[in-house]
């Protein structure tokens, strides 16, 4: 099966602009996790979806950050305006139904913003 | 707030040798853990994973042990070959116990650095 996908795979903006990241996750799915990894620092929870909705959002950092799945499939993570700690490497991981524990991880986009 | 953390952040290990990459972690009511691995480039791939009913357990090559009451996490790889070359990261389910949310808690990583 194909794996989780992400899109763009490099992002370079300047501060104050916009930037959306999309994420396909693996087909049937359900649950889908935003992570990110600033550097020098340890990979971080932001988010996680299960189908359309958001079922726990306490590791987004400010309303800056707005994530979406509509019809939950692919989501993105939309950044605006974007800040200069907002740089590093934003990952995505998708999950089967309950019972399965394994998250499976995209290659991530890295975001930098000058 | 609870983390994860690793003790090394580099390890080098001679081709052929086991290695073993340790972590503490931090909240004694976790109740599952995992072992990701990471490429340069690619995102983190998934190496095994244990409950804290278990206090071992073994797949290819590697092996998790669990020590609750010093709350450690280990993976140890036996005969590390250059592909083991990534860095390692433990992380551990950080969302509420039974809330089916697995959020995980990541570790800052661990650079394995296999010589030839």
């Known amino acids: 099966e194909a794996g989780v996908t992400q899109f763009p795979s490099h992002s370079v903006i300047e501060k104050g602009q916009t930037v959306t990241l999309r994420c396909d996750p693996i087909?049937?799915?359900?649950?889908l996790y935003w992570y990110r990894r600033v550097m020098g620092k340890e990979i971080k929870f932001l988010l996680h979806?299960?189908?359309?909705?958001?079922?726990?959002e306490s590791g987004m950092p400010n309303n800056r950050f707005l994530a979406e799945r509509t019809g939950g499939t692919y989501s993105t993570l939309k950044v605006q305006p974007a800040e200069l700690e907002d740089s590093g490497v934003y990952f995505c991981?998708?999950?089967?139904?309950?019972?399965?524990?394994?998250?499976?991880f995209g290659p991530g986009t890295r975001l930098t913003v000058l | 707030g609870e983390s994860v953390g690793l003790h090394l952040p580099t390890l080098s290990v001679q081709e052929g040798d086991n290695s073993i990459i340790n972590c503490a972690y931090s909240?004694?009511?976790?109740?599952?853990f995992i072992w990701y691995k990471q490429e340069s480039g690619k995102g983190p791939q998934f190496i095994i994973d244990?409950?804290?009913?278990?206090d071992k357990r073994q797949g290819q090559r590697v092996t998790v042990l669990l020590n609750k009451t010093v709350k450690h996490l280990s993976l140890q790889i036996a005969a590390t070959q250059p592909g083991d070359s990534a860095v390692y990261f433990c992380?551990?389910?950080?969302?509420?116990?039974?809330?089916?949310?697995?959020?995980?808690?990541f570790g800052t990583g661990t650079r394995l650095k296999v010589l030839a």
């Open positions: 087909s049937g799915h359900d649950n």
């Open positions: 244990i409950r804290s009913n278990m």
């Open positions: 909240n004694s009511a976790s109740d599952y």
């Open positions: 992380a551990e389910n950080g969302g509420r116990l039974g809330s089916g949310t697995y959020k995980y808690i």
């Open positions: 991981a998708s999950r089967r139904t309950s019972g399965a524990n394994e998250q499976f």
């Open positions: 979806f299960v189908k359309e909705s958001k079922q726990d």
